[in-house]
């Protein structure tokens, strides 16, 4: 494990934190995509089944229950505990554009057609786009909460961090996975706008 995969991880779990901590602070969700909660939620319990399997390390264990505590503590505070507060009516982006050609996609081009192995290509698949409902609720209303920036923020710093991992173990350990790298940069770009925005918003405002 090298420094910008645990810094990847770091950052990702900052990006979780800072939205549960403006949720539990502010009593709302306003502002916060449901349905991007929800598919990474997704994207977590079908990437993690092999909590169940496999053993690699303690801290890759430690770190993937906490990441699916986080994810489903997130959808019952936006669904559930907050859910007067949640703007459904712009949380309007259709998932199943992005399920139906993910789930055709993680079963068409897999590392081996297997349960397990198509989940978790499915799970890969799936991160590249799952924040799209947030964005598309951001470009809907014209505006996003501080916090909220900075969420997008970590989150998109943690996909930078992970291409910086990937470039690393190429070169040390000739590592190289095809189906995580593009999705990595696919998903990269996505935030490439919003990156453009919060860095010029942010120098405005100083």
């Known amino acids: 494990m090298n420094v910008f995969r645990i ?8 990006a979780i934190i800072i939205l549960l901590l403006k949720i539990h602070r502010s009593k709302s969700c306003a502002g916060i995509s449901g349905k991007s909660q929800i598919l990474f939620a997704l994207v977590f319990t079908t990437r993690y089944l092999d909590l169940f399997t496999t053993f690699i390390s303690a801290y890759n264990t430690v770190m993937k229950v906490i990441f699916l505590i986080c994810a489903y503590v997130t959808v019952y505070m936006i669904y559930v505990k ?16 992005l399920l139906v050609p993910v789930t055709g996609l993680s079963f068409l081009e897999n590392h081996s057609f297997t349960p397990l192995e198509i989940l978790w290509t499915f799970s890969i698949y799936l991160e590249s786009v799952a924040i799209l409902p947030q964005l598309f ?33 190429y070169h040390t350990e000739k590592f190289y996975d095809q189906i995580a790298v593009v999705s ?3 998903q ?6 919003f990156f453009y925005l919060y860095v010029t918003k942010g120098c405005q405002n100083q």
């Open 188 to 193: 990269t770009i996505f935030y490439c706008d």
């Open 7 to 14: 810094l990847g991880d770091i950052s990702h779990l900052l």
């Open 137 to 169: 609720m951001i470009s809907k209303t014209g505006e996003a909460e501080t916090i909220t920036t900075h969420y997008l923020f970590f989150l998109g710093l943690y996909r930078a961090l992970y291409i910086a991992n990937w470039v690393w173990r």
């Open 82 to 97: 907050f859910r007067k507060t949640f703007d459904s009516e712009n949380d309007s982006f259709r998932l199943e554009f």
């Open 184 to 186: 990595g940069v696919v």
